[in-house]
């Protein structure tokens, strides 16, 4: 399977913890236009890992994750190169965000959610050896089925011109993304 999307436009592959959101968005991109910009949060994350002690507890350093990782996806989207964007599913404001973007430059944004069970996705979480707390999860949890709810309500983020529900099996038939210009 294939997705495809408009060149220059945003996707946000959102998701439980463990759902498979990172693995997805590292298969192949076919692009027609401008360049494509993957932001994944926990690519700044291991990049401040890398460069810090092993023993400082990632707590203490998280907000300066938080901060470069959300400056990162400024900078994407202001470029004009197709973006797709990791999304835990509990910021509902960088959706809001990505809206603005996509109609202030004429643009869409889609998301891409990965519909997956708190069981499996807590079963990613082992197979990748990274866990979120209890607490976290829940609130992940919460927030995920928010999201559901609107959108099986037809009640879609400003901006937002498709939606793609993928459970588990259906994520892993996907072999590459396209964007490509419209003709």
């Known amino acids: 399977m294939v997705l495809r999307w408009p060149a220059g436009h945003h996707v946000v592959v959102s998701g439980l913890p463990g759902s498979g959101k990172s693995t997805l968005m590292r298969r192949p991109v076919v ?7 993957r932001i994944d949060s926990q690519e700044t994350r291991d990049l401040w890992a890398a460069r810090l002690p092993a023993w400082l507890p990632y707590a203490c350093y998280r907000p300066a994750v938080r901060l470069a990782h959300y400056a990162r996806l400024w900078r994407a989207l202001r470029s004009g190169a197709s973006v797709m964007v990791h999304d835990c ?8 965000w990505l809206g603005r973007e996509a109609r202030r430059s004429g ?7 990965l519909d997956v069970p708190p069981p499996a996705a807590l ?7 990274r866990w979120v707390s209890r607490r976290a999860f829940a609130g992940h949890r919460r927030a995920v089925a928010r999201l559901l ?11 937002c011109a498709s939606v793609a529900l993928l459970d588990r099996t259906a994520a892993g038939a996907v072999r590459h993304f396209g964007f490509t210009r419209p003709g």
Do not use: D
Request: charged residues 20%; glycine residues 16%.
């Open 31 to 37: 692009v027609a236009g401008p360049p494509v910009a």
């Open 89 to 96: 599913g509990r910021t509902a404001w960088v959706r809001r």
């Open 107 to 113: 643009r869409a944004f889609h998301l891409l959610v």
């Open 123 to 129: 079963s990613g979480q082992s197979a990748r050896g």
């Open 149 to 159: 709810a609107e959108i099986e309500a037809g009640r879609l983020p400003p901006g």
